[in-house]
């Protein structure tokens, strides 16, 4: 096997120096490293992370675990965290958890990675258990589970509060609402904070008016079409985020409902197509590419070093964001 | 180091039972599986990738290398090509090529891929060179370039001819366009198909009216305030992709031009949100998910043997999808 030894004497350069001009470090001139990689490629050396591993015990590869990868709201995560975790010398790998009661534990740890993001673990996940149990360092995003460890979180209470005062302003009385699943922190917290919120400025939420389902698209236009065709629904939809209200105003629009004429319809992100001049949907935003930036810090920090500190939180703060699809209640 | 020997031992089974017992083997008892875990938890035993790469001599990574991370359109290959992938007992490692002058070629062997998936590559990039010279395995998604590798492609002549008759039969006589990048084989051969077929229709596209820009909404966006807000514009707007059709649409709604009453727009790709009820984009269809897995399958059956069989082409057909943006002309 060919090693940055020969590498080394075929290029007249030290061994350290190899290894630095492959990995294009300022301090080595142009000259040099032309030098290298010309006598690099000559022999077929390709300086391996299997072999970097072995040397310095640990790899550079942290893993995002989620369950719906074609959920659109990973693929406003995905860039910020892996240019984030690029620019800390760490690669991202994607990991799906089918079916996160198998093996998923075992293949984490299989896959060699330094530590993990956990994306969308529900509250009764053995899985961070499993991982606290085999070492693996992990964080949770925009979740958090039984086991205590690093957390970037959402704080809704800000732009719920702001939102049920706008709409109270606004005349409605009573609401539709499309929850998100009840076995994640995120859907339990949303829910008890807009229930809250509701009840503060005396608008009704009926247990007829009110549905559950994944955080995505279909699971809107499902409960917008139960909900909104109803005689007598009401004049105000709360979504769960903004994919489930992106397809709640689509149902509206199949069921040739006026939004904000007959309903008022409110999302949670603000994803960037709810800014579309075609969409202009009314939401809660928060800044989700840092909270994606701080997943990236608060693992590679956790893995490089203090592994014992206690568990960080950090939380992002939520503001309400009037657009198009919030109107005066037509009763 | 605790070895899976270490393990064996304190559950009273055989070392590959261990192996078998935490890859979570059909053939090996639930009572078996648990004594190994207990095990191998009580000692911190990991079985990790390093150790098994070390051992068969490759590993199971497959980097996909984009440069925009951001834009839409990857969303929709990594779910299909990460689950192809992990049915294939792969992985998927996502990097992007932010500079592809620089040492990219040097960063992908080291982080030791077994091969790569090239999505964005320019037709003057030396990527593929390089990855050749080194040995590394790749395929070419959506795109081509001078190296011969295997590739999945689109043809879009089939689509593209029948968009260019339906538009003539609706009366169009003059089309402006909203082209994809100079140096990109995808962007190239879209444009020339879609001028040959105008011609053939006898549609005029004059050069003031052309444009050309990145794959993706801002373009699309300012591509459409540019084209579509002169005096005397014409009544057919051709979009690069989706992407960019979804831009122009939202130009034309912030310009408040009604589509497709004074202008239809026409994308490429049929992804998801075009075909929303509020968006309802014509455009050129493909299977974009039966692509991003042949391009897995690919990789991976280049990967474990037939390095030097001929290249292959997979070429994916298109079909004309006509919906809500395209009208008679108004002239």
């Given at each position: 096997m060919i090693t940055s030894k020969d590498v080394a004497r075929l290029a007249g350069v030290s061994q350290p120096t190899v290894s630095r001009a492959l990995n294009d470090h300022p301090k080595v001139s142009a000259a040099t490293k032309q030098k290298v990689r010309e006598a690099a490629r000559a022999l077929g050396y390709a300086p391996s992370a299997v072999g970097r591993a072995l040397s310095t015990?640990?790899?550079?590869r942290v893993g995002l675990v989620v369950?719906?990868?074609?959920?659109?709201f990973y693929s406003y995560v995905i860039a910020p965290m892996h240019d984030e975790l690029g620019r800390l010398g760490h690669e991202l790998v994607l990991v799906t958890e089918a079916d996160e009661t198998g093996p998923i534990a075992e293949r984490l740890i299989s896959l060699g990675l330094a530590g993990v993001v956990l994306a969308t673990t529900t509250v009764d996940s053995i899985l961070p258990a499993r991982l606290q149990d085999r070492g693996m360092p992990f964080v949770y995003f925009n979740r958090v589970a039984g086991v205590e460890a690093d957390a970037v979180v959402v704080d809704p209470s800000a732009g719920v509060e702001a939102l049920a005062r706008a709409v109270a302003d606004a005349g409605h009385k009573r609401a539709a609402a499309i929850f998100g699943p009840h076995n994640t922190s995120t859907g339990e917290e949303r829910e008890r904070a807009m229930r809250a919120a509701l009840e503060e400025v005396g608008i009704s939420l009926s247990q007829r008016d009110v549905v559950h389902g994944p955080f995505d698209f279909e699971s809107g236009r499902r409960g917008a079409h139960e909900l909104l065709g109803r005689d007598g629904a009401p004049s105000l939809l709360i979504c769960a985020n903004d994919l489930v209200a992106l397809g709640a105003l689509n149902a509206a629009a199949e069921l040739d409902i006026d939004v904000p004429g007959r309903v008022s319809i409110i999302g949670f992100?603000?994803?960037?197509?709810?800014?579309?001049a075609l969409v202009q949907l009314s939401t809660v935003a928060y800044d989700l590419e840092a909270m994606s930036r701080e997943a990236a810090r608060l693992i590679v920090s956790r893995v490089q070093g203090d592994r014992g500190a206690p568990a960080r939180r950090v939380a992002f703060g939520t503001t309400w964001v009037p657009r198009a699809t919030v109107g005066p209640s037509p009763r």
């Open positions: 015990g640990r790899t550079t369950t719906d990868l074609d959920n659109q992100d603000d994803l960037p197509p709810s800014r579309w």
